[in-house]
Nanobody
């Protein structure tokens, strides 16, 4: 099994920045894609950004130019640097990883971390 633990959420004013981290632990043979999703109250969960093991990245249009996803493959960690935050970025952000812990690749989720953008 693989466990994902997020950190770095909190309350920030509009225009501010936050950096989220997600560390994977447990029995890990390999991790393929890692990414961040978010869910705002009353809305469906949506993709924020993903990063492949080789470094390819993908972003939601709403965060392009403001958010940056990066990975530390040696430490099984993915980061999300969020700049120029807007109130509409308020949501629970969850880490996601496609990982193989011994049998076949599975999708794992973290518990989520709250990000609130408000003055």
């Amino acid at each position: 099994q693989v466990q994902l633990v997020e950190s770095g959420g909190g309350l920030v004013q509009p225009g501010g920045s936050l950096r989220l981290s997600c560390a994977a632990s447990g029995t890990i043979f390999s991790i393929y894609d890692m990414g961040w999703y978010r869910q705002a109250p009353g809305k469906q969960r949506e993709l924020v950004a993903t990063a492949s093991r080789g470094g390819s990245t993908k972003y939601a249009d709403s965060v392009k130019g403001r958010f940056t996803i990066s990975r530390d493959n040696a430490n099984n960690t993915v980061y999300l640097q969020m700049n120029s935050l807007k109130p509409e970025d308020t949501a629970v952000y969850s880490c996601n990883a496609v990982a193989n812990s011994g049998d076949y690749p599975r999708i794992y989720w973290g518990q989520g971390t709250q990000v609130t953008v408000s003055s």
